[in-house]
């Protein structure tokens, strides 16, 4: 049974600091591109991250490079997601998400499990 488990989400001000981390189980973890996704209140689900299987190349959405870095620990199963900088339009679930292979994914259709999400909030 696959799952994706989200944390490290809640409530921050502006300018602040969150990790969200996400514990992969039921697949082969270190065979697959990984990613964030995020879904702004009333808006539709949009790339934030990838990196790929090796955690060797990784690639941030326009929006938040240079302020978030994703990685990944394939001894423990986990990618993570480092975020400074943070800014009220970042307020969003966050979803972490498993891709359909090793490679380098920026769509959703290129994704093949998801968890639940996390929420972070951002105040101004």
């Known amino acids: 049974q696959v799952q994706l488990v989200e944390s490290g989400g809640g409530l921050v001000q502006a300018g602040g600091s969150l990790r969200l981390s996400c514990a992969a189980s039921?697949?082969?973890?270190?065979?697959?591109?990984m990613g964030w996704f995020r879904q702004p209140p009333g808006k539709e689900r949009e790339f934030v991250a990838t990196?790929?299987?090796?955690?060797?190349?990784?690639f941030h959405a326009d929006s938040v490079k240079g302020r978030f870095t994703i990685s990944r620990d394939n001894a423990k199963n986990t990618v993570y997601l480092q975020m400074s900088s943070l800014k009220p339009e970042d307020t969003a679930i966050y979803y972490c998400?498993?891709?359909?292979?090793?490679?380098?994914?920026?769509?959703?259709?290129?994704?093949?499990?998801w968890g639940q999400g996390t929420q972070v909030t951002v105040s101004s």
């Open positions: 998400t498993a891709g359909r292979g090793g490679g380098f994914y920026t769509t959703r259709d290129e994704y093949a499990y």
């Open positions: 039921g697949f082969t973890f270190s065979r697959r591109a």
């Open positions: 990196i790929t299987w090796s955690g060797d190349s990784t």
